[in-house]
Structures are given as structure tokens and as C-alpha cells.
């Protein structure tokens, strides 16, 4: 009889750890509506993306991004959260037309339904500076090769 109801006992405890374990579970969906999840797509020269673009200077003039450059924030260059490090493309403002050629060198916007990230250079050229942000198309000219560039 004692063994019984130790056994009962162990199974009990067994069921409580093990229901207290699944209910821990992750079921692997974002709530925080404050971070992007990316979705990485198969990419080709000709691939358009339209949204907002804003850019960054000061903070991370003379820092590394992500492709091992040294960022000039008078330069033009750019930051897209999946495109490959070293991709060509054609950004145009379609606020007022202007478009610029730019290398993606890192990586970036971290914020929700930003697109694009333009160095300051480049955000000077396309004419959003005073505003902050611009409503943008991305076509890709050239496809990176993705590569890290030790210097």
C-alpha cells in the first residue's frame, strides 16, 4: 500500500512539473509591436520596395557598419534590413523626384515601417533633411556580394 501511494504521489508531481513545462512554452509570435520581424525573400536586380526612409549622421560618423566601412555621414550611403551588404540601388523621393544611386553599406531602419536608412550625404541630396523622413522607392540596381570588408 505504501508503495502506491508513493507511486501516485510521483506521478502527480510528474503531471505538475510536466503541465507547468508546456504552459512555459514559447509559441514563437511577436507582441511587441515596437520590433520588425523579417521575412527574407529571394531578391533580384529590378525588385522595388516603397515606404518611408529617414537617415543617420553624428551618432555613428567615423563608426564601422555593417560591411567593415568606416561611415562618413557626408557620404551617400545607406542602411535596408535584408538587402545584401554591398547592393546597388536607386532610391527616388517621391515627394519631389529626386533620386540618388546608393551602396548599401549597413544595416538598419530598427524602427517599425521605416524601409530605409540614408546617410546624411545622401538624405542632403534627396531633399529630406528639414522634414526627417521621406516617402521613398528602393529598386535594386546590383546585387551585393554580402561580404564584410576588413580594413
Do not use: W
Not at 514563437?28 to 518611408?52: F, L, S, W
Not at 542602411?79 to 529626386?98: D, G, R, Y
Not at 529598386?139 to 561580404?147: D, P, Q, R
Amino acid at each position: 500500500m505504501n508503495n502506491r501511494k508513493y507511486f501516485l504521489k510521483f506521478i502527480n508531481f510528474y503531471f505538475l512539473i510536466m503541465f507547468g513545462l508546456i504552459s512555459c512554452a514559447s509559441n514563437n509570435k511577436n507582441t511587441n509591436p515596437d520590433i520588425v520581424t523579417i521575412q527574407k525573400e529571394p531578391i533580384a536586380v529590378g525588385d522595388v520596395q516603397y515606404g518611408i526612409s529617414s537617415y543617420y549622421a553624428e551618432k555613428f560618423h567615423g563608426k564601422r557598419t555593417a560591411n567593415g566601412e568606416i561611415y562618413n555621414m557626408y557620404g551617400v550611403s545607406g542602411a535596408h534590413q535584408t538587402l545584401p551588404l554591398n547592393s546597388i540601388v536607386k532610391v527616388t523621393n517621391l515627394e519631389n523626384n529626386k533620386e540618388l544611386i546608393i551602396k548599401i553599406t549597413d544595416r538598419g531602419p530598427f524602427i517599425k515601417d521605416r524601409v530605409f536608412d540614408c546617410s546624411y550625404g545622401a538624405a542632403v541630396k534627396l531633399d529630406f533633411i528639414s522634414k526627417g523622413t521621406a516617402i521613398v522607392k528602393v529598386e535594386v540596381l546590383e546585387i551585393g556580394n554580402n561580404l564584410y570588408k576588413k580594413e
